[in-house]
């Protein structure tokens, strides 16, 4: 008699959410700020990167309202993925481990698969919100998308009017409302605990449900903080980038179990 076997896709995991009170979050960002000032360097180092990417990416958005926009959404996208070398210091710390800017970059190895699958679902969501929002502009609110030339050469800064200017912020809050539902805990739970992108972001929407009165603040917190990374010319998110990346590993510790 032969007995075969097959192997099969390995169990999802399920973790357990816990309740927070609604002011932990500011405890995030206490500890938060306790590691900027224990981590040091390799933290800022981090911050450093982060913020000469959003430079790049305003700059080559100046040029028009719109693509302004597109650039400061840009950032919002790529930004629980830019925290990952940042919750790695963090878990590190937690760990006693050894703290440097290279040993940072281990996270990308503790689980590349489920970080690249992550970044391509806030790809996707991404280029799903730019058409969207371009189609938004040109029915709800009958402006323009810049043309090519306007993009490369400037001009048409002013296309849009008050009425279409808020509409435009209301369709980018709830991108930003969304991307944040699915990222809160995501990028830590994924290198500490191996999961895959679709675990974590299930896991992130359901903390963020349970949570709810602690994520409104939370969120709010993370736009307030990181607004004074961008109004000092993006030189205050050389710090920001840190305090927020590390914030994002103690608020995973204590949501999930």
């Known amino acids: 008699m032969t007995t075969s076997t097959s192997v099969g896709r390995p169990e999802a995991q399920r973790f357990e959410i816990r309740y927070v009170p609604m002011n932990r979050p500011l405890e995030w960002l206490s500890r938060g700020w306790h590691d900027v000032k224990a981590i040091g ?4 180092a981090h911050g450093a990167l982060i913020a000469i990417l959003g430079a790049v990416l305003l700059m080559l958005g100046s040029t028009h309202f719109y693509l302004i926009a597109v650039a400061v959404t840009g950032y919002l996208l790529v930004g629980p993925v830019m925290t990952t070398g940042l919750c790695e210091l963090a878990r590190r710390r937690d760990a006693r481990e050894k703290l440097s800017f290279d040993e940072s970059l281990q ?3 503790r689980n590349p698969e489920g970080l690249m699958h992550f970044a391509g679902v806030l790809a996707l969501i991404g ?3 730019f058409v969207f929002s371009a189609i ?3 029915t709800a609110f009958s402006a323009s998308v810049p043309s090519l030339s306007v993009a490369l050469w400037g001009g048409g800064a002013g296309s849009l009017g008050m009425e279409q200017l808020f509409g435009y912020i209301a369709c ?3 991108l930003a409302a969304f991307v944040f539902s699915v990222s809160v805990v995501a990028v830590p ?3 500490d605990r191996q999961a895959s992108a679709m675990e974590a972001i299930r896991a992130s929407i359901r903390a963020t449900f349970v949570n709810l ?3 409104l603040l939370w969120s709010a917190l993370i736009v ?3 607004a004074v990374g961008f109004l000092t010319l993006l030189i205050g998110m050389v710090w920001v980038a840190p305090l927020l990346g590390y914030a994002t590993w103690h608020a995973y510790r204590d949501l999930v179990a």
């Open 136 to 138: 938004v502009l040109e």
């Open 172 to 174: 980018g809050a709830a």
């Open 213 to 215: 009165p602690a994520m």
């Open 107 to 109: 996270a990308l190895k």
């Open 127 to 129: 280029l799903v919100w």
């Open 41 to 44: 360097a390799p933290g800022l």
């Open 224 to 226: 307030a903080v990181t």
């Open 189 to 191: 739970l994924m290198i």
